[in-house]
């Protein structure tokens, strides 16, 4: 900033002591102060235009981040459904086999009951005492 208004000064102290006459130095300086105000206006349009593209590319990133997150929210939903069949699943499968084992476990005690009602008991002495002698 400072490097233009030192150049503006230098150039209108140009103007001011040059050999013209009244007349073209007040041409030569509504020329250059109608190139400075084109060139300011090219710098506005220049940083409008730049100011509206970052603006756009903002949204769009914010815009494809929201995508995103929703998008990774819903798999993890998914994945959270998924997983909660499948324990469901394995949970009735493992109510079903334990039903099984208990009913097995029934049945071999009740042929186990039935077997040893059947059979005469067998009588072991285990006090050495009281075994006959031969």
Do not use: C, W
Not at 52 to 61: A, H, I, N, Q, Y
């Amino acid at each position: 900033m400072k490097v233009v208004v030192a150049a503006a000064l230098g150039f209108v102290a140009g103007i001011l002591f040059a050999p013209k006459s009244g007349k073209e130095t007040r041409e030569d300086l509504k020329t250059k102060a109608n190139e400075a105000k084109d060139y300011a206006n090219d710098k506005k349009s220049q940083v409008q235009h730049a100011a509206k593209e970052g603006v756009k590319t903002l949204k769009e990133s914010a815009s494809k981040a929201g995508n995103e997150v929703t998008d990774m929210a819903k798999s993890a939903r998914n994945s959270a459904s998924v997983v909660k069949d499948e324990a469901g699943r394995l949970a009735d499968e493992a109510k079903t086999r334990a039903g099984r084992v208990g009913d097995n476990a029934k049945e071999t005690a009740q042929s186990l009951r039935s077997t040893s009602s059947s059979k005469p008991e067998l009588e072991i002495e285990t006090n050495p005492a009281r075994r006959p002698k031969n």
